[in-house]
């Protein structure tokens, strides 16, 4: 599996899983549409939870046997950086829904590690992981 085979895997693994736990997927893999210039990135998952708006950044390693797990671990990718240009992304969102700022919402995390022998997942939520 490619990186990106992987990515689109562990966003469907966290969408199942946010499913499981009440939430109502209300977009995947958004991308701006008022953004100019190259592509500024993308928000994995949009779910809602009762009133709660959650921009949802996934991060997915895998392990296939061969390999182990590195010592990084998967939500130790969202950087400042990348937490910045999420948080720019959910405003965005929310604005083309014209849904005010001020709303409850907040930036959440999924860091899946998958075990691709034994068709495993395991899954850490880090809620309003982000400021």
Not at 40 to 47: F, K, N, Q, T
Not at 103 to 129: E, G, P
């Amino acid at each position: 599996m490619d990186t990106k085979e992987i990515g689109a895997l562990g966003e469907k693994v966290a969408s199942e899983y946010l499913k499981r736990k009440g939430h109502k997927i209300l977009a995947r893999n958004y991308v701006p549409k008022f953004v100019s210039g190259p592509q500024r990135g993308e928000i994995d998952i949009v779910a809602k939870k009762k009133d709660i708006i959650s921009f949802v950044e996934v991060k997915t390693l895998t392990e296939n046997g061969r390999e182990q797990f590195s010592a990084i671990l998967p939500e130790d990718k969202v950087d400042y950086q990348k937490q910045r240009k999420i948080l720019k992304m959910a405003e965005n969102w929310l604005m083309e829904k014209k849904i005010p700022l001020n709303s409850k919402w907040q930036i959440d995390v999924i860091a899946i590690k998958i075990d691709l022998n034994n068709r495993k997942a395991r899954i850490r939520h880090f809620k309003n992981a982000v400021f």
